[in-house]
């Protein structure tokens, strides 16, 4: 057992590191999009579209990832999903000399593909890498890598891609065209140097996935019968992870992305200040992911689960109706609550799967979508009411509803009546 332990140290480090790579590509969105909309002078509804690009890819990829595990394994699954998310990577440089947002939504179509493939094979792969008993525990326990990425990415972000300068409309036409051009060319090209960065990173993690061995669980070890979508759909419990996956993403997804504008209106911050929220957001959520892995010890998933969903409902219920700083303080809240959420649907959605894993596993990733989805929802509803971003956060509370539905009883292992 102990020698079986020692085997499964290295790929479960290597995999933990996938969690906290894909952190960072996700939650620097939350810059990108006000920066974008910035650099690129877009709407409010056009900067959504950073959203849509990645979360529409894992809804088209998530299909074609199981495919590829299935198979080619796990091993060759990851080293293609990281060089996938490399090249979307490098796509920024092209993107920022042209000032072509169309080039930086093909880059992050490519990028959303890359993270499909990864998070299809790395969330299965890190629960078999263990005992069974302790597999959501180990899930959470590499998906607090991804938490750490939640509060490092935005302060990245800010520092590195964020000037803290905005123009009003009346200002910059007020600019000659030379000047104009050379602050919007300057902060479009901020992005480069980390994007670039982290495409030569993703391709050294790549290489070493190559060079080291990996144990590979091979579906006839599982079963006889190499599963199915239609099969996993029977099951009940895997029907609700999937809709509650849907709504817990779109949740996540619409806090951050409005969070920079919510920090800046509701906190009367600057722009830098409104980003370092964003990483303390982050660290809040990291931080929660990881007592969340520690109470599981004594509270199962299930029940905690529907705890934290109980707080984020009170938690958006705060957002929506209080004035100023604590406004801030209870989106803070919400990513420390939010944290477990996105592993814990998984594990249980995944549960007594066996042979039907790899496609439950694709399923669950591909209601990914709803990041794609609820953020347009949201920026309708804002804009419908002369731009009060508070009332928006009405979707993120109707989402955790949702999860508490889960996490009270559609969890719960149930075949569907044949």
């Not at 992305?257 to 830098?272: L, N, Q, T």
Request: a neutral charge; glycine letters at 10%.
């Amino acid at each position: 057992m102990t020698k079986t332990k020692n085997n499964y140290l290295l790929p479960f480090i290597l995999v933990t590191s996938l969690f906290f790579l894909w952190g960072i590509a996700n939650n620097l969105n939350g810059i990108l999009i006000p920066h974008l909309r910035k650099a690129l002078q877009l709407s409010n509804m056009q900067s959504t579209f950073v959203d849509t690009a990645v979360y529409l890819a894992y809804f088209l990829a998530a299909i074609p990832a199981g495919i590829i595990l299935k198979k080619f394994g796990y091993k060759k699954g990851i080293i293609t999903g990281l060089l996938v998310f490399a090249t979307g990577a490098f796509l920024f440089v092209p993107a920022a000399n042209s000032r072509t947002y169309e080039v930086f939504l093909l880059g992050l179509f490519i990028i959303g593909c890359g993270l499909t493939i990864l998070e299809t094979a790395a969330n299965p792969y890190a629960t078999k890498l263990g005992d069974a008993e302790s597999a959501t525990a180990r899930l959470n326990l590499a998906q607090s890598f991804n938490g750490l990425a939640a509060f490092l990415a935005p302060v990245m972000g800010t520092m590195f891609i964020l000037s803290g300068k905005e123009y009003s409309q009346e200002e910059l036409a007020l600019m000659s065209e030379v000047d104009k051009i050379a602050y919007l060319s300057g902060e479009a090209a901020s992005v480069k140097m980390p994007y670039m960065l982290l495409g030569i990173f993703l391709v050294g993690i790549a290489i070493l996935f190559f060079v080291n061995k990996f144990p590979e669980f091979k579906e006839e070890e599982e079963g006889t019968n190499a599963g199915s979508l239609g099969d996993a759909l029977k099951q009940k419990h895997l029907v609700w992870a999937v809709v509650a996956q849907l709504f817990y993403v779109g949740a996540q997804v619409c806090v951050t992305s409005f969070f920079v504008r919510m920090a800046i209106s509701g906190g009367g911050v600057d722009e830098k200040t409104a980003g370092y929220y964003l990483g303390i957001y982050g660290l809040l959520f990291m931080v929660g992911r990881f007592a969340g892995t520690a109470m599981m010890r004594f509270i199962a998933p299930a029940k905690l689960l529907s705890l934290y969903s109980v707080a984020c409902i009170l938690l958006s219920l705060v957002a929506i109706y209080a004035d100023g700083q604590y406004v801030v303080i209870a989106l803070g809240g919400l990513g420390f609550f939010m944290s477990i959420m996105f592993p814990t649907i998984f594990s249980l959605g995944i549960k007594d799967m066996k042979e039907n894993t790899k496609p439950a596993s694709s399923l669950i990733v591909m209601a990914i979508i709803g990041g794609a989805i609820f953020p347009v929802i949201m920026g309708n509803i804002i804009d419908n009411a002369n731009d009060n971003i508070q009332i928006g956060y009405t979707v993120p509370m109707v989402c955790f509803l949702v999860v508490l539905y889960f996490g009270l009883k559609g969890h719960q292992p149930q075949k569907n009546a044949a």
